[in-house]
């Protein structure tokens, strides 16, 4: 079975909907009930490799353990640097030892989800560190990290906005309301994912191989629109089916297709891992670099902010020369985007509601995520024959 | 300590606007990004020794000079400053 893959998934999760619906009618809580239906489905996904499951059970508990011992190490400590790096190091580590060991062929510590856990166990330690978690129950953080609608894929929560839902029990037609909009959700992500994502996939492998320079165009928006039907409908599955467990997870894409500069982008595809991004890595290193005075300017700082950061995103992806190009490819044009915005800023601010500015705007946009795709795709790299 | 934050925002936004009108949206009128957004949380820690989460706030809490006054208010009682 996969996760919202097969329609085997789609009937034992449409069977296992209806306690949980019963519950949430009833005004009960639903958590326990969740916790064990997302207990069955990872089992029931990673039976045929028992030692991943043995994996993920260490992993949980290894993180489980971090989060809590760190509460206890501020309290005694306080903003402690060299501890705080060594917790975050600890966290990180199991999914650097999965990637990097990855690269031999033979991954070592790999088990479903392991990418999207570590962010949002790492969130954690973080905020613990700026002291806005206090405290960590040890069923909410399990239920957390395993929750089986976003275990695979995302979106990535918050953990304090998850708690918020964990600790409510929604009113009746609060939580009908969230049935249905729920409902609408999965139905929309299905035919996202498996009508419009696999048709244009047919369009892509059929005229899109062919080798001539066409055919790469052809390649490049047919993968571009490709990867947003799966990704978007997969994703608008995932947070239906959280809506029916009580659980709101967060939106993960907004119309990206019509975004009107990069960073209009990365404000509306992969919101959840670009907003993680922005918040715990991006802020951070710029409010370093502020406080240690390491650029003589605002711009230059905010450049090599938005390169490293976006680098890490692309690594994060793995370690294949593409996604490390396609990092990089989205930090530069942020950059640009960043520059061109400050420097021509009156220009930028007179004409950016007019219709030709909005049309140029949109062009150059559209175009340049295209060619990100491409470059995500691995197919750029294999044409330049840098890559298999 | 408002006149102070109102500066402090007058000087990150390069707009006096933001003292002349208190509740016009920051984000909306393109006065205020994430850039500046940590240069002000770090200008909150060195001012006042307060410290205030880049991940902490979402944008509405945070998009006027008004709302930014009143959480930066707050954090400090909460850490007794």
Redesign the interface.
């Known amino acids: 079975m996969q996760l919202f893959g097969d329609t085997y998934f789609f009937i034992v999760a449409g069977l296992l909907a209806v306690p949980a619906v019963v519950f949430g009618v009833k005004e009960k809580p639903i958590n326990i009930y969740g916790f064990c239906v997302t207990i069955f489905f990872i089992v029931i996904t990673m039976k045929s490799r028992p030692s991943a499951i043995v994996w993920m059970v260490v992993y949980v508990a290894l993180q489980y353990l971090l989060v809590k011992t760190y509460l206890a190490v501020c309290a005694k400590y306080g903003r402690n640097r060299g501890l705080y790096w060594l917790y975050i190091f600890l966290s990180v580590a199991p999914l650097a030892v999965f990637k990097i060991t990855g690269l031999t062929g033979h991954s070592l510590f790999g088990f479903m989800g392991i990418s999207y856990m570590t962010f949002k166990s790492v969130q954690m330690i973080i905020e613990e560190y700026d002291m806005i978690i206090k405290e960590v129950d040890p069923f909410e953080f399990v239920y957390f990290l395993l929750f089986f609608p976003c275990v695979l894929s995302g979106p990535i929560d918050r953990s304090r906005r998850f708690h918020e839902d964990f600790t409510t029990v929604h009113p009746r037609q609060e939580y009908l309301d969230m049935v249905g909009t729920g409902l609408f959700k999965i139905v929309l992500g299905a035919a996202y994912k498996f009508a419009a994502g696999s048709l244009i996939y047919q369009l892509m492998i059929w005229y899109g191989l062919k080798g001539t320079f066409t055919s790469h165009l052809i390649y490049m928006y047919c993968y571009g629109f490709y990867l947003f039907f799966d990704f978007a409908g997969y994703t608008l599955m995932a947070v239906g089916m959280s809506y029916i467990y009580g659980i709101r997870s967060p939106e993960n894409f907004n119309k990206p297709f019509l975004a009107l500069d990069m960073k209009d982008f990365w404000d509306r595809w992969h919101i959840s891992l670009s907003h993680w991004f922005r918040d715990f890595i991006f802020s951070r290193l710029m409010m370093r670099s502020i406080k240690g005075k390491w650029f003589k300017s605002k711009l230059t700082g905010a450049s090599f902010g938005l390169i490293v950061n976006m680098t890490v995103m692309g690594v994060w992806h793995g370690f294949d020369i593409y996604y490390i190009m396609y990092g990089v490819y989205h930090g530069v044009l942020l950059a640009l985007t960043e520059i061109y915005q400050k420097k021509c800023r009156k220009f930028h601010r007179a004409h950016k509601d007019e219709k030709w500015y909005i049309a140029v705007s949109w062009f150059i946009t559209f175009n340049l995520v295209m060619f990100g795709f491409f470059i995500f795709s691995g197919r750029f790299t294999k044409i330049l024959g840098i890559s298999w | 300590m408002e006149e102070k934050i109102l500066d402090m925002l007058a000087d990150i936004c390069g707009d006096e606007i933001v003292k002349e009108n208190p509740d016009i949206d920051l984000m909306e009128e393109?006065l205020m990004?994430?850039?500046d957004?940590?240069?002000l949380?770090?200008w909150v820690e060195?001012e006042f020794g307060a410290?205030m989460?880049?991940?902490?706030y979402t944008r509405e809490e945070m998009n006027t000079p008004n709302k930014v006054i009143a959480q930066v208010k707050k954090r400090l009682e909460e850490q007794n400053l």
């Open positions: 393109d990004d994430s850039l957004w940590t240069e949380l770090v060195e410290i989460s880049p991940s902490e």
